[in-house]
């Protein structure tokens, strides 16, 4: 059984809800299955020290989990058009890593929450792509044979999977936005199974 790692940040749930819908795509491909993880928050103050286990949800990420990978599916709400610092701070801990090109070669894709239609999507999902790039990951997007991806009055791009949450963080994922993510869990693990054989 091979593994997709689905890998995010979420504050009041949103990305949360897209990652569950991210692996169940990946585990609706046979011989693929998800391995579900998040990361601590990090503090201005430096003193502050996080429980090295989440009070709920999935465990927090080790760079072990991203060796043993055959892809990546990276989910953060924007923050000001830009991927949230605990994200970005594992990510700028992953140098070993890529000084022995250890993600190299294994696909790789990016999802976002707003709470605005027009906050800064599609640059969250740039933003992200960058140090996966720097990685020599092969980046999946959503392509346009995907019908939701016209018919979507909300979140959907050919970047990766997004969701407008809504000012109040009160928007459940819609219909299309949910297909959205479990077609890039899908696309993802597809690919990671035909780049092992
Ligand atoms: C500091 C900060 C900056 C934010 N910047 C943006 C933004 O640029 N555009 C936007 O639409 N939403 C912005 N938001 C809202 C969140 O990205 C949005 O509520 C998201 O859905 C939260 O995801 P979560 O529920 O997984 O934490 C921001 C929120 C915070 C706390």
Redesign the pocket.
Known sequence: MKEILVL???????????ARAVARGVESVPGMSARVRTVPRVSSVIEAVESPVPASGPPYVELRDLEECAGLAL????????M?APLKYFLDGTGGLWLRGAMAGKPAAVF??????????ET?LLSMLLPLLHHGMLIVGLPYTEPDLTSTTSGGSPYGAT?????G?DRPLSQEEQRLCVSLGRRLAQTASRLAT
């Open positions: 995010y940040y979420s504050h009041t749930g949103a990305v949360k809800e897209m989910g953060s709400p924007t923050r000001f058009g830009n949230a976002t929450s707003t709470a605005t239609l027009h906050g800064g999507q969250t969701h407008v949450a809504g000012s963080a």
